[in-house]
């Protein structure tokens, strides 16, 4: 029988469909908010969990199997990264519960110091196995090993994410497609989640070292959205997540349901929109009022030889970067761009005591399609623009200059073309009081 096997029941009968709102449950994290933009619903904040501090807005790096693919842990960490991911599918399934149980949780595991959050496994029984059914019991599935019938219900997700140790765990939520026409289902999917929740609730064993985080689901529907915020803004969870997006609806419709769920979230609680990795969509994102976000695409790309950059993303396997001498993104300080004889301001990590690589897009091209170790670059460059571009829109917001810092984003990545500005980004960004065509003052 295989680990995750063993930590997960086969499948049995359905279980009550009641919804009752259960007592508070503790917080394990203080959030701190510092500032508000006074035209957007930007903010920062400090989000303090079991290990340490984390800035906020973030992005958070998906180290789906304990291990962010090409980097270690200290070059992770060396990032500014305070809060990655972990997959709790992959994780149960290997090493398992019980090797798990054994060396005290994934921080051991992987040599992490810093926080972890874990997304419940649900996801990934939908998404990557065969013959996965959703039923009130929980998430019925094929075993990939011997085809059994297995079942992961919220009480077992709660113990598994129990068992990795993480500093946020997600609940167990129902998830159906944003495209998905039947609103009966949708619906269906939305209350369930909140059944879930409330087992999950019940079933985390660790509330006072970690935090269970609800998801809002709804699909694109405001209306389910606005009353599932209310079912589980009435559960009182430590944290809030938007779930359900980025699932291939329009930019204009993600828009609306981040702006709606952030008007009615509380003010005080970290608020964290699932699945979201592109620059442009973090930059209105945070502008709508979220404060976290996750996505595989940062690294994913890299392992493609595609670095991102404040002018768009670069294809370095393309031929006209061969004799391209320029370093990835002149404005970038991480490692792989910075000057040999150069050294960072400030930071915290021996790692960035040493000089700069200072490769350029020549070097990197030549790497990028023969060497791992190009891969292995690009995703330390990639991780390193992505928190940056986190950590300037936290200070613009500090500074009371966001706005500023959009329009100067979108000027960078668009060559200063405002006709070409997406129509999806100028809408959003005007429904929370700002002209992204307007020129600085």
């Not at 269970?212 to 209306?223: A, P, R, S, Y």
């Not at 779930?243 to 702006?259: I, N, P, Q």
């Not at 952030?262 to 929109?273: A, I, Q, S």
């Amino acid at each position: 029988m295989n680990a995750l096997s063993r930590a997960l029941p086969r499948a049995s009968s359905s279980c009550s469909a009641a919804i009752m709102t259960p007592p508070p449950m503790p917080s394990a994290l203080k959030f701190e908010l510092h500032a508000k933009c006074s035209t957007t619903k930007a903010r920062a904040a400090t989000l303090t969990l079991p290990h340490g501090p984390v800035p906020l807005p973030i992005f958070m790096p998906v180290a789906t199997q304990a291990s962010l693919k090409g980097l270690t842990p200290e070059q992770l960490a060396d990032t500014g990264c305070r809060l990655c991911l972990n997959n709790t599918y992959h994780l149960g399934l290997k090493p398992g519960q019980a090797t798990l149980d054994a060396v005290g949780g994934a921080h051991k595991l992987q040599g992490w110091n810093h926080n972890i959050l874990t997304d419940s496994g649900g996801f990934q029984m939908v998404s990557l196995l065969k013959l996965a059914t959703i039923t009130e019991a929980g998430v019925r599935f094929l075993s990939p090993h011997d085809g059994s019938p297995m079942l992961l219900t919220p009480e077992h997700s709660m113990a598994l994410q129990n068992s990795i140790g993480s500093d946020i765990m997600m609940q167990l939520d129902d998830v159906v497609a944003t495209t998905s026409p039947d609103r009966a289902r949708v619906r269906e999917a939305m209350l369930r989640s909140v059944r879930w929740l409330d087992r999950c609730i019940a079933a985390h064993r660790r509330p006072e070292v970690q935090n269970l985080f609800c998801i809002v689901q709804g699909g694109l529907d405001l209306e389910l959205r606005r009353e599932c915020v209310r079912l589980m803004v009435e559960r009182d969870t430590p944290g809030i997540a938007i779930g359900g997006l980025s699932g291939g609806e329009e930019k204009d419709a993600y828009c609306k349901v981040v702006d709606t769920c952030t008007d009615l979230l509380p003010e005080m609680k970290p608020r964290y929109v699932m699945g979201v990795g592109y620059p442009e969509d973090l930059v209105v994102s945070v502008a709508l009022g979220a404060d976290m976000f996750d996505c595989v695409w940062p690294t994913r790309t890299a392992r493609f030889g595609n670095a991102i950059t404040s002018t768009g993303v670069l294809n370095l396997r393309h031929a006209s970067f061969a004799t391209d001498f320029r370093p990835i993104d002149p404005a970038c300080t991480c490692p792989v761009c910075r000057p040999r004889d150069s050294l960072p301001a400030s930071s915290s990590s021996s790692l960035s005591q040493i000089p700069g690589f200072g490769l350029t897009r020549a070097s990197l091209h030549h790497l990028a399609a023969k060497e791992t170790v190009g891969a292995h670059l690009l995703t330390m460059h990639n991780v390193h623009y992505q928190l940056s571009l986190m950590a300037q829109m936290r200070e613009a917001i500090l500074e009371d200059r966001f706005p500023q810092f959009v329009r100067g984003f979108f000027a960078g990545l668009y060559g200063g073309r405002k006709e070409a500005f997406p129509v999806w980004a100028v809408e959003a960004l005007r429904g929370v009081g700002m002209d992204l065509t307007e020129d600085e003052s």
